[in-house]
Every structure is written in C-alpha cells, then in structure tokens.
C-alpha cells in the first residue's frame, strides 16, 4: 500500500496569503472527514492517511499560512475540525469497500448465532443462524453481495435496505454450495442500513462484499466474491482427491 504522508488543509484567516489555499474552519472540518471517508471506500492502496498537523505550541506558527492546518490551538483549544474528527472515530463502525468476513466489528449480532470454525469456509470460520436471529451492518456504498451457502438443509432469511419493506431470499438447493447473493444494487454513494433476519434456520453466513461505484464497479464485486467461492471449492476438491 501506499501512505499519504502529509494532507490537509489550510484554515488561514482573509488578512494574511493563502499560498495552500484557503478554508473556512467549517469546511477544513467537512473535507477532513471526508479525505477519511474517500479514503475507506475509494482508496484501498491506501494504507494509511497522516493529517497535517494537531498542534504547534509556539503562537508564533500563527504568524505563518502554514500555521492554519492545525487541529488544535496553541492553548489546546480544539478546532471544529478536531471534533469532527473526534465524532467520526467514536462512531459506530461502518464496512469499508471489498469483502469483509463475519468477524468485521461493523456487523451488530442478535440472538442465536454460532460462529463455527470449518474447511469449506472462506476464511475458515462461517456463522450459523437460528430462527429469529438479526444482523446488520452499515457502509458507505452503492451496493452489497452477501456470501453464504446454499443447501438441500438450508432455511431462509429476509433482508432490508434503510428500513425498507422486507424481500426474502430462500437459500435451499439441490447441492450444498458456498453462493453470492446480490442485496443491494444502484443505491445513492451515502450511508446505508442492511438488515437480516432469519425466518427459517439453519442459515450460514461468511461475509458481505461491499461495493462504491458509479457505474460497473458492483458486477466486479459480485465477481470477486464469485472468484473466491469458486478457490475455495477447488482447494477443498483438491484435498478431498490427494486425501
């Protein structure tokens, strides 16, 4: 991954030169949030993201243009872009862009849900849901796939999108299979709400994928999710035959 070692920008009052541009402090507070954000869901060669800069003791940094990308003042008063900040990172956690596991700290769990560890999972663990049992998850995006398996035993379950009414996807088949299902498609690029719910069990989750886009970029996260099930299976194929 790459760094972004040095961004920012510059709150400098209207008396003095604006040679990095300027900002009000309202706006240094919404772009900051935002670099973060685009960060998360646009830029995963991104692997970190260091602001410039959270304080200067010496007042005299207040003399120089450069002096206005702080975050906190001299006294330690914080800035509005402190505090938005501060309330970004106390928020409840959101799925960033590409497939997350089950494990991720944005997933909320209720009721009778077992996580189990085995072979045929994706990342070696998968959960099981029992009759009644809820998840949900909230990400910035334009779509979600849900990865789980489908079989001659398994049940049912129902998802929401932002409160919306309820659509049930059936997960019974002929063969027991690890599947992507499409959950969401086309949504605004804004914050979103999914929720499951199992109506009949049992019902095995991996992961959800997440996808940001204008256009085609959710068919490519169907896609990858699609490519990782299929890895899977041959893995598991393969030590079944040298076993």
Sequence with gaps: PAWILEMGWSAVPENMPAPFGRVTDEQQARYTVGAYRRIETEY?????????????????WLQRPEGYFRLVTPDWTPLPAYTALQAEATAPPRLPTGFQHIS????????????????????????????????????????????????????????????????TLDLAGLMDEAVSIPL????????????LRVERSPVILEG????????????RIVLVLSSLIAVAGLGLALRARNG
Aim: proline share 8%; hydrophobic share 40%; aromatic share 14%.
């Design 44 to 60: 995963p060669w991104a692997g970190v993201g260091c602001l410039w800069f959270f304080r200067r003791p010496n007042p005299e």
């Design 208 to 219: 959800v994928g997440i996808a940001y886009s204008y256009d085609g970029w959710w068919r």
């Design 104 to 167: 991720h700290p944005a997933f909320q769990w209720s009721g009778p849900w077992q996580v189990e560890p085995s072979p045929a999972a994706l990342l070696k663990t998968w959960t099981r849901g029992g009759d009644g049992a809820t998840a949900s998850f909230t990400f910035t995006g334009s779509g979600a796939a849900l990865a789980a398996r489908r079989g001659p035993e398994m049940g049912r379950l129902t998802v929401s999108v932002d409160g919306g009414t309820a659509r």
């Design 184 to 195: 969401a498609d086309g949504l605004l690029l804004r914050d979103h709400t999914i929720t």
